[in-house]
């Protein structure tokens, strides 16, 4: 993922500084040359930057937050679930912010809703 996102960063620094020559070279030539227009590269590469970081970084966060939400609204009781800590125990009761786990010998334990990773099948 990182090697693919050097990749397009020197690509597109590689594009920007021959769009940039090409402008230097236009407005030397002509004296009607827009200053803005020499700041298109830069324009262009930041907006290329914001949305490789928007798809590799903040898209598949949003996704997976928007997962582990949806699996602690759909847990009942009776559902066996893994915490974060390798623990696999069966739920009794959810509440607000905290389950309370039957474990194998018959043991309570709570535990904070947000330690729980995955829900197993039966």
Known sequence: MSRAFVACGV?????SGAAWAQEVEGASTSTSA???SSYL???ILLVAFGAI???MLI???RKRQHEMNSLLAGLK????IMTAGGIIAEIDSIGD????L???EGGKLRMAKASIVRKLDK
């Open 97 to 100: 912010t905290s389950v309370v």
């Open 11 to 15: 690509l597109l620094l590689v594009l």
């Open 41 to 43: 590269p830069l324009v």
């Open 53 to 55: 970081f928007y798809f």
């Open 59 to 61: 898209r598949p966060q």
């Open 34 to 36: 827009s200053g803005l």
């Open 102 to 104: 039957i474990l194998e």
């Open 77 to 80: 009781r009776g559902d066996k």
